[in-house]
């Protein structure tokens, strides 16, 4: 079973970006698709966005599309979220996840336990 850690958390102000990584240890990494989730407090956990297993494919929330991209590279094990502009109702713990099936919307069937996430905070 794959295993994650998410880094590249931070405090940034309203405007500003940071780029998340999760990096997955285990094997066949390249056969599972990889969401990206985010919990604020006193709010639901959501997922964010989606990237298919080989292709590229990505999904994307209506809460951040046009200021997230989210891309992989499957040699290194890593998956990333590059986030711009970002707004202080981004603020939340980010976590990712392996699941064996991308779609158009979102990542379906979770196959993996969550990292410990790492921390967003958007304030000035």
């Known amino acids: 079973q794959l295993q994650f850690v998410e880094s590249g958390g931070g405090l940034v102000q309203p405007g500003g970006s940071l780029r998340l990584s999760c990096a997955a240890s285990g094997s066949r990494f390249d056969y599972y698709a990889v969401g990206w989730y985010r919990q604020a407090p006193g709010k639901e956990h959501e997922g964010i966005s989606c990237i298919s297993n080989s292709d590229g494919r990505t999904y994307y929330a209506d809460s951040v599309k046009g200021r997230v991209t989210a891309s992989r590279d499957n040699a290194k094990n890593t998956v990333y979220l590059q986030m711009n502009n970002l707004k202080p109702e981004d603020t939340g713990l980010y976590y990712c996840?392996?699941?064996?099936?991308?779609?158009?919307?979102?990542?379906?069937?979770?196959?993996?336990?969550w990292g410990p996430g790492t921390q967003v905070t958007v304030s000035s």
């Open positions: 996840g392996a699941h064996l099936y991308y779609t158009d919307s979102g990542c379906k069937t979770g196959t993996s336990s």
